[in-house]
């Protein structure tokens, strides 16, 4: 056997050692820690959603968050605009009806 093909094999060895085959069931990823979804990961440790967010995001909208989506998504189709700018979401803010008549107040 030449050097060329000994040293061929021997690198194909190495090679097949640092392969795992994924369909043996083992996953390298497991360390024995639970992993956490990536909404927990993104807001941060103690941070909670408020109850009208959770609610949205699960499905259960507001009348008004509803009516606020439905403006929204019928300036788009409108528009041909699949992704309205800001000044463009505050006029359709306000052709539904919104004004600012409160003083401001920090957002959680």
Avoid at 43 to 49: A, F, Q, S, T, V
């Amino acid at each position: 056997m030449s050097q060329e093909q000994s040293k061929e094999q021997n690198s194909n060895k190495k090679d097949q050692r640092s392969v795992v085959d994924r369909r043996s069931g083992i996953d390298i990823r497991k360390n024995g820690e639970e992993k956490r979804s990536g909404l927990e990961r993104r807001r941060g440790p103690g941070k909670r959603l408020s109850p009208e967010r959770k609610a949205a995001e699960e499905g259960n909208m507001t009348d008004e968050q509803f009516e606020f989506i439905k403006a929204i998504d019928n300036y788009k189709r409108n528009n041909d605009r699949p992704f309205p700018t800001w000044t463009e979401v505050l006029e359709v803010i306000k052709a539904i009806g919104y004004r600012k008549v409160a003083e401001p107040k920090p957002l959680e």
